[in-house]
């Protein structure tokens, strides 16, 4: 109780005379950083499992690419479940004026079986929760997508054959977001009857048909089982657990990315805390000698720092916790309208999380430092050299290694990763202060060169190379991912727009019905519209090669049991798509192809496919078999159609196949071919552009996050800076002292400090501006394929920002050096 | 050495006082005194009597709360800050006895410094010059923590006559020093003063030492007796 009420009043006077903020600030920042994302995070988690149930409109979800089984549906009467029905695909539909790609939803009148749909009937009346589904004859449609076409609630809409009356608006579906992250398409919802109406569902249409069903859990669970063993191929079954899988799976991979992000802020914040904890033990060096003199233990000592920085460390974290549920507002604001979810209050999960990274942050960084005074000598009253801290100890910044490295492996959950993140963060940090530390040599070596009122700057950063190489390095790790994501968002992009020739495909059709073909050729021809190849497309599955059955377990990588899983689309050709090149074996002669196939080497090898081979596919119920004549390279970038399996002429003939096409459109012919495509309401057009754009939208809010969690880096690198300003604050009060006696002027002492700081920044930015070119550079060869060039221009306003940045973070950190008068100074070292 | 009778220091009815949480302290009062060119002064007096605090503003390096301080006839506190770091540079030099080099530069940097901060271009030459005539040509390139205190205290004499001052203060130059060293050390203090006919302004609690200057300015207590 005693060494509480001694470490409470250490910890207040230690407060008071300033000792500890930075400490405190670089904590705060380093918890901020992790809860902000921690808080989001958690967020849709919980939106995801208090909604499941309303996000997958049903206990549990029956998928199929086929009508669900009649097996299924006996199951689930048995079972005494509820059911619903959906039939699910894309579509154009079209008003008089326009015409827009939409998400088809065609439902049974019992749909959703949990939570509900928001329409509203009169535009613009608040929305309110359905009673019934759209009736025979009505739709519902997004609003977004009445505003594309111009329409209002009580006009009329066009879906393939048939023409429907729209009653409401559709505000909001848990079943399916809103938002714009997963949804290219805005949604139009009729009624199930309606359907065979339109014509839109063909053989080989690409329609997901599922069931939903509701009741007792111990139903359902009994269902489940049953339903698993008569489950048809490429069926399946999802939970609430798995309801809406694309967030889930976004929240996985980019609530981990966001979490090592933040840990990197956490990683240099460690290294502030670590700098403000050796300067705090070496200040208190003397203290503790007295302290030891007088009688008090070891122990005592040592109990008494650690409780006042465990007060300070929850202090901090829970400051820092509030500054992270703060800054989670604005990742809410940048990703929310993406993800569409009613987002819940959070747990109280991330504070605990912002607590322990406070905590293992300090006792990582901070008390190793603490630790050396307990060490401290009485006898330095007598001998002042004796007890000093060691400068830059293993123990000091291993320890804190070792605490990184344990919260790296507690975001990730996975050692491997965790040892390729932390080696990674580290290796960056020295390579960063290696190229540093070579440059200011070279500085050192040519400073006697630089011109007379600049030498003072120059000198004093090359004297402190140590320092200021750590201060170039954390600055730079921050700037370098700030240029990095500049670069990714603009000039990847851009430079792989460029890539593309200008012919570049810019529509596809899809859904093209056999009958349809001839006409539409000859229509496109006539209208100028060159260039399209129609090919037939049929789905199938992969079931069998070489006679020997495969299935998604016969493989271990996971694209190969994705291939398996699924339907691809196959395709017949007389001729080689000019954009193929045959690796191995050869094309059929016209007229000679036998049941002969040509698969895609990325698929063969994936697959382990061979020339020779014979692979059996299920279409449609039936087997089709053929055997690999040939391997072809694909241009897969170049939006033309193509497939993975191409098959002889003749051989696919009999099975249900529609077409598909892809087209360059000039801006002059878009008109024509608008009112082509309008005269078969059962094709589908997608517009590249308009996907582009989409992409682009979505990619700038993603990369907007990710800048959003990286401030946070920045501001760590800034308390860096703050943190080797204010471990060389006496010296450099001592010199500022000495040289005023000599003679220097104020002005000269500032434009040192500009100087040495402006030298700094630039140094950051120069060497950040590199790492981030060369990054960019390998990113653009070996993800993108793509070439990048060096921008020098990026490079300029990236040294240039670091320059004027770090010049004016350092000129507010060391102004007050310049207002203590020095014989006050000079008579205190006397 | 040329005398001539108008003093380089003057010295009016100075006063130090300094706010404190038991009220105001008095560290200086009612000082007055003037010194001629080319006289050798010694301050003396004992700890916390005031002679640093004095050396100190007759220096500029801090603020008199009352009277004024003349030097060759220029108020000094009629100019500013930059003013007197100007009137230092051009006339002033220093040996404390803490050395107060910096430990960053070199024995031959430190002694070029004043001369870089006038920006003069020989300043190389005339420290290495200086430095050898202290008689550490062969330290130029060592940094102070790898100097002996006689031989730091060398080069802070090499760095406070590089400029060739009219003034030279000198606060306790032998006060962190052994007395063999010290004797040494004031031997070349008093040696270079005499070549460069510098007036020397020294405060030191050593009587013998005060003996060796022309005259003795005694503080007791803030006040000259």
């Not at chain 1, 039939?87 to 827009?100: I, K, Y």
């Not at chain 1, 670069?487 to 990847?492: A, P, S």
């Amino acid at each position: 109780m005693k060494g509480l009420r001694f470490a409470l009043r250490m910890l207040r006077r230690d407060w008071q005379a300033g000792e500890l903020r930075l400490l405190c600030m670089a904590l705060v920042v380093a918890v901020a950083s992790v809860t902000a994302v921690s808080f989001f995070t958690d967020r849709i988690n919980q939106a995801l499992e208090l909604q499941a149930g309303e996000l997958l409109g049903g206990d549990l979800k029956v998928t199929a690419t086929r009508p669900i089984s009649a097996a299924v549906r006996q199951l689930a009467r048995e079972a005494g479940l509820a059911q619903a029905e959906v039939v699910e695909f894309p579509s154009m539909v079209m008003s008089d004026d326009a015409a827009r790609l939409a998400s088809i939803k065609a439902v049974s009148p019992a749909y959703p079986l949990r939570g509900g749909i928001h329409i509203t009937k009169r535009s613009p009346a608040p929305p309110h929760a359905a009673q019934d589904m759209p009736q025979a004859g009505e739709v519902w449609l997004e609003p977004r997508l009445l505003r594309h076409l111009g329409l209002e609630i009580g006009d009329e809409v066009t879906l393939g054959n048939a023409r429907l009356h729209i009653t409401a608006a559709l505000v909001n579906e848990p079943a399916r977001a809103s938002g714009t992250l997963f949804t290219l398409a805005p949604r139009l919802l009729l009624s199930l009857a309606d359907l065979p109406a339109t014509g839109l569902v063909q053989p080989a249409s690409r329609v997901t048909y599922s069931l939903l069903l509701s009741g007792p859990a111990d139903r359902i669970r009994a269902f489940r089982r049953a339903a698993e063993e008569v489950l048809a191929s490429g069926a399946r079954i999802t939970g609430p657990e798995g309801a809406r899988p694309e967030i889930r799976s976004a929240l996985e991979r980019g609530g981990r990315f966001l979490g090592l992000a933040a840990l990197v802020s956490v990683m240099l914040a460690g290294i502030a805390i670590a700098m403000a904890a050796r300067r705090f033990a070496g200040r208190r060096l003397d203290d503790c000698a007295i302290m030891r003199c007088f009688g008090a233990s070891q122990r005592e000592i040592v109990t008494a720092y650690f409780l006042e920085l465990l007060f300070l460390a929850i202090f901090a974290s829970l400051l820092g916790c509030l500054a992270g549920y703060l800054a989670q507002l604005g990742l809410v604001g940048l990703l929310g309208s993406l993800v569409a979810l009613e987002l819940p209050a959070p747990s109280f999960f991330p504070v605990v999380a912002g607590m322990l990274t406070g905590l293992v942050t300090v006792l990582g960084f901070a008390l190793p430092a603490l630790l050396h005074i307990g060490r401290v000598p009485a006898l330095r009253v007598l001998r002042r050299e004796l007890g000093a801290l060691p400068a830059y100890s293993l123990s000091i910044y291993g320890a804190g290694i070792i605490a990184f490295g344990l919260l790296v492996v507690w975001q990730t959950g996975d050692w491997a990763m965790s040892a390729y993140a932390l080696s990674g963060v580290v290796g960056v940090l020295l390579s960063l202060a290696g190229i540093a530390a070579m440059l200011i040599y070279l500085l050192r070596v040519w400073q006697h060169r630089v011109p007379r009122s600049w030498r003072f700057g120059v000198m004093s950063l090359t004297h402190r190379a140590g320092g200021n190489s750590i201060q170039v390095a954390a600055f730079g790790v921050g700037m370098t991912v700030l240029l990095l994501l500049t670069m990714v968002r603009v000039d990847l992009l851009a430079s792989w727009e460029n890539t593309l020739p200008p012919d570049t495909p810019n529509r596809f059709l899809i859904n093209i019905q056999g009958d349809q073909v001839e006409e539409l050729h000859r229509r496109f021809q006539a209208a100028g519209i060159g260039g399209a190849g129609i090919f037939p497309m049929v789905r199938g599955r992969l079931v069998a090669i070489n006679g020997a059955p495969v299935a998604p377990d016969s493989y271990r990588d996971e694209r190969a049991q994705r291939l398996v899983a699924r339907e691809f689309n196959l395709s017949w050709a007389a001729q080689l798509q000019v954009d193929n090149e045959i690796t191995a074996g050869s094309w059929w002669d016209e007229g000679k192809g036998g049941d002969g196939l040509s698969v895609e080497e990325g698929l063969a090898r994936t697959l382990g496919i061979h020339l020779g081979d014979r692979l059996d596919f299920e279409v449609a119920g039936s087997i089709f078999s053929g055997q690999v004549s040939s391997l072809r390279k694909v241009a897969w970038d170049s939006f033309r159609v193509n497939f993975f399996v191409i098959a002889a002429p003749g051989i696919l003939d009999g099975y249900p196949a529609n077409h598909i096409s892809s087209l360059y459109i000039p801006p002059g012919k878009a008109e024509d071919f608008s009112a082509i495509v309008r005269d078969y309401p059962n094709v589908t057009v997608i517009d590249v552009a308009a996907i582009m754009d989409y992409v682009r939208v979505v990619m700038e809010r993603i990369v907007l996050a990710v800048d959003y969690v990286f401030v946070f880096t920045l501001l760590s690198g800034l308390l860096v800076l703050f943190a080797t300003i204010q471990a060389t604050l006496d010296e450099r009060i001592r010199e500022n002292a000495i040289m005023r006696t000599l003679g220097a002027g104020r002005a000269q002492l500032v434009r040192a400090l500009l100087v040495e700081f402006a030298a700094v920044g630039l140094l950051a930015g120069l060497v950040a501006s590199g790492a981030a070119t060369l990054l960019g550079m390998v990113l653009g060869a070996r993800v993108f394929h793509l070439p990048y060039a060096l921008d020098p221009v990026m490079i300029l306003l990236g040294t240039l920002a670091g320059g004027v940045g770090v010049c004016i973070a350092g000129y507010l950190g060391t102004r007050r050096v310049l207002d203590r008068p020095p014989l006050q100074t000079l008579m205190e070292r006397a | 050495m040329a005398q001539c009778n108008n003093p380089i220091i003057e010295v009016n009815g100075l006063a130090k006082r300094v706010p404190t949480q038991g009220g105001e302290l008095t560290l200086l009062q009612d000082i007055h005194f003037s010194i001629l060119p080319g006289e050798a002064v010694a301050i003396t007096g004992a700890s916390g009597s005031g002679k640093s605090t004095l050396l100190g503003i007759l220096a500029g390096l801090d603020i008199p709360s009352d009277g004024e301080v003349r030097i060759s006839g220029r108020d000094l506190f009629a100019l500013d800050e930059d003013g007197r770091a100007l009137l230092r540079r051009d006339a002033i030099g220093f040996v404390f006895q803490a050395f107060q080099l910096l430990p960053n530069l070199t024995a031959l940097e430190n002694v070029m410094l004043p001369l870089e901060l006038g920006d003069r271009h020989d300043a190389r030459e005339q420290a290495a010059e200086i430095l050898a005539r202290v008689g550490l040509a062969a330290r130029l390139t060592h940094y102070p923590r790898h100097l002996s205190g006689g031989e730091q205290q060398r080069v802070a004499i090499a760095r406070a006559f590089v400029t060739r001052p009219r003034l030279l203060f000198a606060d306790e130059p032998t006060g962190n020093l052994d007395s063999a060293t010290g004797r040494r050390i004031i031997e070349l203090l008093f040696e270079i003063n005499r070549e460069q006919g510098a007036t020397l302004l020294m405060v030191t609690h050593d009587a013998s030492l005060a003996e060796r200057c022309s005259r003795a300015l005694h503080l007791d207590a803030g006040r000259l007796t």
